[in-house]
C-alpha cells in the first residue's frame, strides 16, 4: 500500500521524459516518494535528489517499452515513425518483458490513453498482461507500491538488491 495518504500525488513521471537539473531536487523539496523518468538502469533504486534532499526512489522508463513511439505518427520527413502493426509491439513487449523476468528486473510499461487505449491496441495489452500472468511470481503493482517496496529492499529492486 502507499506509504502516503494524500490528497496530492506522491510520484512524478516528466512529460518526454524530459527533466531539468532542477526537476529532482524540486519533487523532493514537495515530498515526492518517486520519479520514473530516467532511463539510466533497468532496475529500480533509491537516489538522493541533492544534498541534504530526502531520498526518493527512481522507477527507470524506457522508450522500447512506450506505447508513443511505436504507434505515433510523425510528420517529419527525416523521421518517419509510429504506425506499427500491433502484433510487432506485442512482440518486442513479451521480448522485452522475457529478458526482464529472466533476470528478475522491473518492467515498467508506458502506456497513453489516447494511444494504446484504442479498442484494436486494448487486445493487445490484454494478451500482454495474460502472458505475464502465465508466468510464476509475477506481480503488478502500481507506482506508489512498486517504490514503498524499493525502501523497503533497502534502496534497491533487482538482481543485485
Keep these: 500500500m502507499c506509504p502516503l495518504r494524500r ?6 513521471r516528466c512529460p518526454s521524459w524530459l527533466t531539468s537539473a532542477h526537476t529532482m531536487s524540486l519533487l523532493s523539496e514537495y515530498g515526492f516518494l518517486y520519479d520514473s523518468s530516467m532511463m539510466d538502469e533497468e532496475a529500480p533504486y533509491t537516489f538522493e535528489p541533492a ?21 505515433l505518427f510523425n510528420f517529419s520527413p527525416s523521421y518517419r515513425a509510429g504506425m506499427s502493426s ?30 494504446s487505449g484504442r479498442s484494436h491496441r486494448l487486445l493487445i495489452v490484454q494478451e500482454l ?12 503493482m502500481r507506482c506508489c507500491d512498486a517504490a514503498s517496496l524499493v525502501i523497503r529492499c533497502n534502496g534497491r529492486l533487482g538482481p543485485n538488491g
Design 51 to 71: 544534498p541534504g534532499k530526502p531520498e526518493m526512489v527512481e522507477l527507470p522508463v524506457a522508450w522500447e517499452l512506450d506505447d508513443a513511439p511505436y504507434f
Design 7 to 12: 490528497l496530492w500525488p506522491i510520484g512524478y
Design 86 to 115: 500491433p502484433d510487432k509491439v506485442l512482440d518486442i513487449w513479451k521480448t522485452e518483458f522475457l529478458a526482464a523476468y529472466a533476470t528478475h528486473h522491473f518492467f515498467n510499461l508506458t502506456m497513453h490513453p489516447q494511444v
Design 129 to 140: 498482461v495474460e502472458f505475464m500472468m502465465s508466468k510464476e511470481n509475477v506481480r503488478f
